[in-house]
């Protein structure tokens, strides 16, 4: 195989290590956003200005969550009001209202009426077009999500932005339905896209030395890089597994931090290779790239160190830890953009 090929191959692989992660993280964060800005609604007519029902049948929809929906939402926020056995209106405040609560005691509560506030209501689905696209195309989805929320099977809160804030870790936007089929699947196919990208980094030097370009190299890169795909590989697997074991937590801390660890230094000693021989080899790449790319593992391990050593040693709050982790791992992706942006 040519050089030419391989460094072709080298960048099609840089690419897709840096856009797939990418997509999973934020693609995770953004379906967790909308599901915690937003909520199933009872199964009323919502098209209607003015809804009277009979209580019971309020009741019954309301606490019926089977028949909730994303979809069926009213665009803005209702005031709901009771009728009484004597048709007199009487707002339903939210609290313990102890006229309400006797009338609803005595049955005296004979229809309650859903008036529009012409106020915007936000945790309808209908105010993010995207997202209730992809849920009104998929029904099944939708009801697997309404069916697992009233189960208290998943979770999703409100947040604002984890890159700023820390509301959030990365695992927990990625652990459960439906995120976690979209985080797993293109974590563990990044991670055999990685491993393509070490192995052809390793052809490209054999082939550099069989030309005569170069005189020999360290493997080291590659079998560090390996490394680091086998444990991205296995943090993905374990992800949303649960044994309720404290050593298991450990194990999974253990992994991510040695998937950082092999990450940085395949990164380290493949830029050494690069640096070692860029006389004989610069007609393959840009230098101005080289020297950014030197800069940045140098600032990688440095922030690593003291990132590692302050989360050991030091007391961070758990949103400063959120903050790390988001910020770190979308920057260390910026590693195979500087590989992409690399080789000519």
């Known amino acids: 195989m040519t050089i030419d090929k391989i460094i072709k191959k080298i960048k099609i692989y840089s690419t897709l290590s840096f856009l797939l992660p990418l997509i999973a993280l934020n693609s995770c964060l953004l379906i967790y956003k909308f599901l915690g800005d937003t909520k199933p609604f009872p199964n009323f007519d919502w098209s209607q200005k003015n809804i009277v029902i009979p209580y019971d049948e309020y009741n019954y929809k309301v606490y019926n ?100 804030y820390g509301e959030v870790s990365i695992s927990r936007t990625a652990r459960d339905f439906p995120t976690v089929f979209i985080f797993k699947p293109l974590v563990i196919l990044s991670a055999f896209l990685l491993f393509f990208y070490w192995l052809n980094n390793l052809r490209l030097f054999n082939q550099l030395k069989n030309n005569g370009n170069i005189v020999k190299f360290s493997y080291t890169f590659f079998y560090l890089g390996s490394l680091s795909c086998v444990f991205l590989m296995l943090h993905a697997i374990f992800l949303g597994v649960d044994f309720g074991s ?99």
């Not at 009213?74 to 609560?101: C, H, M, R, S």
């Not at 999974?252 to 080899?281: M, V």
């Open 65 to 164: 969550y089977k028949s909730h929906s994303f979809i069926n939402c009213p665009k803005t926020l209702k005031k709901i009001n009771i009728i009484n056995a004597d048709n007199e209106t009487i707002p339903w405040i939210v609290g313990n209202d102890p006229l309400i609560t006797n009338l609803l005691i005595e049955k005296k509560v004979k229809f309650v009426s859903i008036n529009n506030d012409n106020k915007i209501d936000l945790t309808c689905s209908k105010h993010y077009p995207i997202f209730y696209y992809i849920l009104k195309t998929f029904n099944s989805l939708e009801s697997r999500i309404v069916k697992d929320l009233n189960k208290n099977l998943i979770n999703f809160s409100k947040i604002k932005n984890p890159y700023l």
């Open 246 to 344: 404290e050593f298991f937590i450990k194990i999974r801390r253990i992994i991510i931090i040695l998937f950082i660890f092999f990450e940085i230094s395949a990164q380290f000693f493949l830029t050494k290779n690069l640096y070692r021989y860029k006389k004989n080899i610069k007609q393959f790449f840009f230098p101005s790239i080289l020297n950014l790319k030197i800069l940045f593992v140098i600032l990688m391990l440095f922030v690593t160190i003291i990132s590692l050593a302050y989360l050991s040693f030091g007391d961070a709050q758990t949103s400063f830890k959120h903050i790390l982790e988001w910020n770190y791992f979308t920057v260390l992706l910026i590693f195979y953009l500087l590989s992409r942006l690399l080789w000519k």
